[in-house]
């Protein structure tokens, strides 16, 4: 089977997934509401963001870095070398021993400067607990979580060759699916006792069970109406 199809089709395995996902977050990510003024702070730390792109200017430089910086943790977490690093004005570029769909999409999907706020949040608070992190956490985390989506929107528009070469049908699926987990994963590391992850695993699952079974009956009986089509018209040939 040659690649660009494997691809399509993994694509469309991955759609039932994606569609669950998308209808269940919203539920998820309800009973942030209930704690009002971290919400506020973390839609504050996103407008941040907003207002200092219009401002200025996209950020590229910090973006290159971050997005060179991810293929390469990628590749180190599945095995692989990192040969060379290179970040300057005009672009970056990082050369790899082996590379993968996870590697080459890897900077689409994960928000690195957001896992990094976060990873040195806990460090910080793990520390010394009475420190007042929180608010700078979570500000830090909204102003980290609008970059990543205004430049991964940006990277896409631009006809990457990772995305290309992974395939664009399924390169976008597998990377709306990757970031709305990752949202719901760093909600639940923000809001721990707000977001019940398993809860929002299991509902996923159960739905995306349902759009199988539904798609897979509605392909058996494409299928079976082309058989009969086919036989019918074998026989009036005869």
């Known amino acids: 089977m040659p690649a660009r199809l494997r691809r399509f089709l993994l694509g469309l395995v991955l759609l039932p997934p994606l569609l669950a996902t998308l209808y269940h977050l919203p539920d998820a990510l309800l009973p942030l509401g209930s704690d009002p003024t971290a919400a506020l702070i973390l839609l504050g730390g996103m407008l941040a963001y907003v207002l200092t792109e219009l401002a200025f200017s996209r950020p590229m ?53 957001t896992v990094l706020v976060t990873v040195l ?8 607990p009475s420190l007042p992190v ?22 896409i528009r631009q006809e990457q060759p990772d995305i290309k070469k992974t395939g664009s049908f399924f390169s976008l699926v597998f990377i709306a699916f990757s970031n709305l987990w990752v949202l719901a994963l760093i909600s639940k590391a923000v ?15 159960k739905t995306q069970w349902l759009i199988f079974k539904w798609s897979g ?19 009036r040939g005869a």
């Not at 949040?121 to 010394?128: P, T, Y």
């Not at 979570?138 to 989506?149: I, Q, R, S």
């Open 61 to 113: 430089r910090t973006y290159v870095f971050g997005h060179e910086l991810t293929h390469a943790l990628a590749a180190l977490a599945t095995g692989g070398k990192v040969l060379s690093f290179n970040v300057s004005k005009k672009g970056g570029s990082v050369s790899l021993s082996k590379s993968n769909f996870i590697v080459a999409l890897a900077p689409y999907c994960v928000p690195i400067y």
């Open 191 to 205: 809001f721990r006792d707000s977001v019940d992850l398993g809860g929002f695993f299991g509902d996923a699952v």
């Open 121 to 128: 949040a806990f460090a910080v608070r793990g520390a010394d």
């Open 217 to 235: 009956g509605k392909l058996l009986e494409g299928a079976s109406w082309a058989w009969r089509a086919a036989w019918d018209a074998a026989g």
């Open 134 to 155: 929180r608010e700078p956490f979570l500000a830090a985390v909204g102003f980290t979580l609008a970059f990543h989506a205004s430049l991964t929107l940006f990277a």
